[in-house]
């Protein structure tokens, strides 16, 4: 089993930047991918970045050049940090980890950008 602890979420105005967190436990060994994804209401889930255990990332179109997904093994935590906040990007920010056999998510944190 894998346990994963988002935190950063927040109030922030157009234009602003966060930086979410994402800390695993557990079976770290065994994860080979994670990524962060958002759920605003009424939508469905949709990745928002990605990176490998090799580091190769991937992104949402919506979010290149403005997000970075970035991944720090000796602490197994994965980062995302987030500038240019636009209001779309409103939503519920989960935390995902792959292994070879299952998938494990966050419990989410909420990232709001309005004036």
């Known amino acids: 089993q894998v346990q994963l602890v988002e935190s950063g979420g927040g109030l922030v105005q157009p234009g602003g930047s966060l930086r979410l967190s994402c800390a695993a436990s557990?079976?770290?060994?065994?994860?080979?991918?994670m990524g962060w994804y958002r759920q605003a209401p009424g939508k469905q889930r949709e990745l928002v970045a990605a990176i490998s255990s090799g580091g190769s990332t991937n992104y949402a179109d919506s979010v290149k050049d403005r997000f970075t997904i970035s991944r720090d093994n000796t602490k197994n935590t994965v980062y995302l940090q987030m500038n240019s906040l636009k209001p779309e990007d409103t939503a519920v920010y989960y935390c995902k980890a792959t292994s070879t056999s299952s998938s494990y998510w966050g419990q989410g944190t909420q990232v709001t950008v309005s004036s």
């Open positions: 557990g079976s770290i060994l065994r994860i080979v991918n």
